[in-house]
């Protein structure tokens, strides 16, 4: 066997690529479809109408099921530190451990106290305090996501801290918390989440759609899919132009990378399609728009872009990150984002010239939402890749790399639970949107179920198959 196929660096990345691959899936759903079900309570308290309470008791089934695969994933990352990147928090642990420390703190005892209540409590509380529960699961959901984007964001652009002995050790904790790219990547993911979550709704209530069921419930979760989608597609576009105005700022590499520019150029084109030769340094087969990469990243036509070539030293030591997924990384994010504006808006016309309809989408636009309900998760993958990767070779900019982190494990072992990790990531991901997918197909054809009644007494609400007792006020 080849030497390279046991290497313990090389395997040690793919594992921990493979394992926030996996786990990254499901806090991108859980972040924002918390607050959606926050919004489907409050329109059920504005209205009383059961259909929202019908949507919210759906999504809130797929809300736990993804609640939960999120948990048990994220155990396993939180092992690689001690097993294969022992060094990550020797050098950078007094900033990494406590920024953990107060994500699990704030953010997930938070979630973890009131899921139960918002996940079975609907009959066994009041109104106002299930949706209390609802709120604050979502709230430390978004909290969740900030620690965590806090501490990659400072390992992205470092503040905040000196090194003594080989330590990095905290001298300003607002520094660090709102390090020069956090507000930026923390926007930008919350966006992402919110229409993962958009394009989720729209899909599964596409396939439902797609079955024959028309039903109030249905529509209402559609219409808010697809409008959710139109509202933030917009404001991503907006917020991923500051975000690359600020990485070109403090990781011009990352930036060079992403355009596949090899030398330092005003006017710099824009490149739709390429073939990066790394070995050559050059682009194959380009197909670009004059100017327009100076335009979008500079805001001027004469701004200067950075080339890779000037992150090549005098030794020939490359300090540039891998070019070839970083590139291509980008225009899969950015392509699916241009899909989901033309999707969103499409739909949004459709929605509104037809409100009147019991048909309010063609056939054609339906099947077109159904695969886009994996659209987010492809396009934040993607983004990931391109942050993550285009940080290379540094695992802490300008303070560590990422091979000064990996500690003495042996190459076999990591290889035997890779594969076991692979396998097993695949089965669950596999339960995952089998499951999902049964739910909509029998909602679709017995209807949307919901909780069993409560103690007698309730007042029943209008609306639905059955008469639902409210819980007490």
Known sequence: MDSTALDPFILSRIQFAANISFHILFPTITIALGWVLFYFKLRYHRSGDAAWMDAYFFWVKVFALSF??????????????????????????????????????TAFFLEAVFVGIMLFGFRRVSNRIHTLATFLVAFGTTMSAFWILVLNSWMQTPAGFEMRDGVAHATDWFAIIFNPSMPYRLIHMLLASGLTVAFLIAGISALRYLLGDRTPALRKALNTGIVLGAVLIPAQILAGDMHGLNTLEHQPAKIAAMEGHWETQSRAPLILFALPD?????????????????????????????????????????????????????????????????????????????????????????????????????????????????????????????????????????????????????????????VIIRLAVKAARQGDERPEPGPAGGTAIPGGKDAMPQPAE
């Open 68 to 105: 939960a695969m999120g948990v048990v994933s994220g155990i396993t990352m939180s092992f690689q530190f001690g097993t294969n990147w022992p060094g990550f928090m020797e050098t950078v642990g007094n900033i990494a451990g406590p920024l953990l420390a107060y994500e699990i703190m």
């Open 278 to 434: 790394e070995e050559a340094r050059q682009n194959h087969f380009e197909v670009k728009i004059p100017g327009l990469a100076s335009l979008i990243l500079t805001h001027s036509l004469d701004g200067e872009v950075p080339g890779l070539n000037d992150f090549v030293l005098e030794d020939g030591t490359i300090k540039h990150p891998p070019v070839v997924p970083v590139f291509w990384g980008f225009r899969i994010m950015v392509g699916i984002g241009m899909l989901m504006l033309v999707m969103a808006w499409t739909g949004t016309w459709f929605l509104w010239r037809r409100r009147a309809s019991d048909n309010p989408l063609p056939r054609w636009l339906a099947l077109g939402l159904v695969p886009m309900a994996a659209s987010g998760w492809v396009a934040t993958l993607s983004g990931w890749y391109v942050t993550e990767i285009g940080r290379q070779p540094w695992l802490v900019t300008g303070v560590m790399t990422t091979k000064d982190a990996l500690g003495p494990v042996a190459g076999g072992m990591v290889l035997s639970t890779l594969l076991a990790y692979l396998a097993v990531y695949v089965l669950l991901l596999g339960a995952y949107a089998f």
